[in-house]
T-cell receptor, first 112, second 114 residues
Framework: GQQLNQSPQSMFIQEGEDVSMNCTSSSIFNTWLWYKQEPGEGPVLLIALYKAGELTSNGRLTAQFGITRKDSFLNISASIPSDVGIYFCAGFIIQGAQKLVFGQGTRLTINP | DTAVSQTPKYLVTQMGNDKSIKCEQNLGHDTMYWYKQDSKKFLKIMFSYNNKELIINETVPNRFSPKSPDKAHLNLHINSLELGDSAVYFC?????????????FGAGTRLSVL
């Protein structure tokens, strides 16, 4: 089945550092999404990407939809303590019933 | 004014029991979903309903039976609970079923089967 490979699985950084994570797949997706999940909560959408090559920012977050439609990255600049959480990429498959497939998540820990 | 609300938030039960989780959304969305998140935080879709009709059923054991009494509600009933059913179950909703429709998630129900 369709799989998203997300890396890294975890990151330990200092406050103020920039963060980069990415997702790749052998399948083509027509939408890429980045979600953040905090403890005891559900995933919350950060950025949605709909076109190959699209680069979108949301405050300190920037994400890009890869030109091959098989990958996406998320960057966080100047990290702050509240950035802690698990970040998930997700892609919509385009064959059959449209459904969202999630990556394995990147757990971000920040040392103040 | 919670958008997608699930009850209960925690559910602890014995193997073999039957339990239900309820979900309600007040966003006026037509499509609702159930996801399962395992202990490694992997999120996988289980079911999707659009206008009360089942459109996705991801090879989930038939002990799991979703029910959508109306567009704003999607409940999940689980029969004969097994240890492997322990997970966090998330409800989500979106305006429509296509890829341009953002899914909004509830806070999750943590199910522990003893």
């Amino acid at each position: 089945g369709q799989q998203l490979n997300q890396s890294p699985q975890s990151m330990f950084i200092q406050e103020g550092e920039d963060v980069s994570m990415n997702c790749t797949s052998s399948s083509i997706f027509n939408t890429w999404l980045w979600y953040k999940q905090e403890p005891g909560e559900g995933p919350v959408l950060l950025i949605a990407l709909y076109k190959a090559g699209e680069l979108t920012s949301n405050g300190r977050l920037t994400a890009q939809f890869g030109i091959t439609r098989k990958d996406s990255f998320l960057n966080i600049s100047a990290s702050i303590p509240s950035d802690v959480g698990i970040y998930f990429c997700a892609g919509f498959i385009i064959q059959g019933a449209q459904k969202l497939v999630f990556g394995q998540g990147t757990r971000l820990t920040i040392n103040p | 004014d919670t958008a997608v609300s699930q009850t209960p938030k925690y559910l602890v039960t014995q193997m073999g029991n039957d339990k239900s989780i309820k979900c309600e959304q007040n966003l006026g969305h037509d499509t609702m979903y159930w996801y399962k998140q395992d202990s490694k935080k992997f999120l996988k879709i289980m079911f999707s309903y659009n206008n009360k009709e089942l459109i996705i059923n991801e090879t989930v054991p038939n002990r799991f039976s979703p029910k959508s009494p109306d567009k704003a509600h999607l409940n999940l009933h689980i029969n004969s609970l097994e240890l492997g059913d322990s997970a966090v179950y998330f409800c989500a909703s979106s305006r429509g079923a296509g890829s341009k429709n953002i899914q909004y998630f509830g806070a999750g129900t943590r199910l522990s089967v003893l």
